[in-house]
C-alpha cells in the first residue's frame, strides 16, 4: 500500500482494477494520444471520447468535466464544463462504471480500449426541482455604475451562491444575466428528500445577502443592500444536449419556465421573496414553515397558479 492517491474501478467485465494518480488521469471512452498509464476507458456509447479528467493540485485532487451526458460525484450530478475538488472516497460515475478515489498500491489498467463509434447523446424524461435566483432592479444598476463594479457585485452573489448550491448537492446549470438557475435531480418520483435541499438552498442563498453585502462595502463598493426574487418548482423535463459544446446541457419543460417567471414576481408583485409552485410546496409543507399566496395568473401562461412562499424566521 501507498500513500499515493489512486482510482479503483470494476470495468465491464467484473475485473478490479487500480490505477495511481501521479499526475493527471482522463476518463472516457477514446481518450486518444493518452499513455495507457494516464487514463481509464469505458466502453460505454454514453461516455464521451474524452469525458473527464481527474489531476492533482496544489492543493489536492480535482476533476473536471469534459462530457455530453454528464459527469456525477457522489451521485450528484456535475455542472457542464465544472470542476470540483475530490476527497478520500469520493465516488465518480459515468456511464455504467463507478470509479473510488482512494490510496491503494497501483495496478495499470491491462486492455487497450479502441471502441471509437459516435458518442450516443442520452435524451431523457428526469424529475427535476429547480431553484433560479433574479437580482431585482438589474437593468437600473448596470445603467447607473461602470462595467467593473456589475462585475465584482455578480462574481460576488454568484460565488456565493454557487457555493450554497453545491453544499445542498445541487447542480448549477446557467447564469443566465442577472440569475443563476440550479436543479437537483430525483431518481424516481418527486420526493421531498431532493425538494426540500432547493429550498434550503434559497433560504440559505436569501440569509447570506447582507453578508456579501457588508464584504462589497469594505472592498469600497458604495452600493445599496441587494435584493433578489427566488423561484423554485418541481416537474418533469427532458434532459439532452444542445449543439456540439460539452457545456451544452439542455433542460426543457414547462416547470422551469414557470421557475424564471415566479423568480421575477417575487419580492416585487409577490411580497414573499421565495416563492414555489404548489408540487414543491407538497413535497416540504412538513418541514418547511409555508405561507399560502393564493392564486395568481402568471404572463405569458394561460390559467392560474396555486402559489406558496416560504416564511423566513
Not at 467485465?13 to 486518444?32: E, K
Not at 489531476?55 to 456525477?72: F, P
Not at 423561484?231 to 434532459?239: A, D, F, K, S
Not at 395568473?297 to 406558496?308: A, D, K, N, T, V
Request: glycine share 8%.
Amino acid at each position: 500500500m501507498t500513500s499515493e492517491p489512486c482510482l479503483t474501478w470494476q470495468d465491464e467485465n467484473g475485473t478490479q482494477h487500480r490505477l495511481a494518480l501521479t499526475d493527471r488521469i482522463f476518463l472516457g471512452r477514446v481518450c486518444r494520444g493518452i499513455e495507457r498509464e494516464k487514463r481509464i476507458l469505458v466502453r460505454n456509447p454514453m461516455v464521451s471520447r474524452d469525458h473527464a479528467v481527474v489531476r492533482l493540485t496544489h492543493s489536492g485532487v480535482e476533476i473536471v468535466d469534459l462530457s455530453k451526458n454528464g459527469t456525477w460525484v457522489n451521485d450528484v450530478r456535475m455542472a457542464p464544463g465544472a470542476s470540483r475538488n475530490l476527497k478520500d472516497g469520493d465516488c465518480i460515475t459515468l456511464g455504467n462504471i463507478s470509479i473510488v478515489l482512494s490510496c491503494p498500491r497501483s495496478i495499470t489498467p491491462s486492455d487497450e480500449d479502441t471502441w471509437t463509434e459516435q458518442t450516443t447523446v442520452n435524451q431523457a424524461a428526469v424529475s427535476v426541482t429547480n431553484l433560479v435566483a433574479d437580482v431585482r432592479g438589474f437593468s437600473a444598476f448596470s445603467q447607473q455604475v461602470d462595467s467593473t463594479t456589475v462585475y465584482t457585485f455578480i462574481k460576488a452573489v454568484f460565488s456565493r451562491f454557487s457555493a450554497i448550491v453545491n453544499a445542498h448537492h445541487g447542480t448549477v446549470k446557467d447564469y443566465a444575466g442577472d440569475a443563476v438557475f440550479a436543479f437537483w435531480e430525483h431518481p424516481g418520483t418527486f420526493s421531498t428528500e431532493h425538494a426540500l435541499p432547493a429550498c434550503q438552498a434559497a433560504v440559505e442563498q436569501l440569509s447570506s445577502l447582507p453578508e456579501i453585502h457588508r464584504q462589497l462595502r469594505d472592498r469600497g463598493l458604495d452600493l445599496p443592500p441587494p435584493v433578489l426574487g427566488w423561484g423554485v418548482t418541481t416537474g418533469q423535463v427532458t434532459l439532452s444536449h444542445y449543439g456540439s459544446r460539452s457545456a451544452d446541457l439542455a433542460l426543457v419543460g414547462d416547470c422551469i419556465n414557470l421557475a424564471f417567471r415566479l423568480s421575477s414576481m417575487a419580492s416585487k408583485t409577490l411580497q414573499a421573496p421565495i416563492v414555489l409552485c404548489s408540487q414543491t410546496a407538497s413535497l416540504v409543507n412538513r418541514r418547511l414553515p409555508l405561507q399560502d399566496l393564493g392564486n395568481h395568473e402568471i404572463r405569458g401562461r394561460s390559467g392560474q397558479e396555486h402559489l406558496f412562499g416560504i416564511q423566513m424566521r
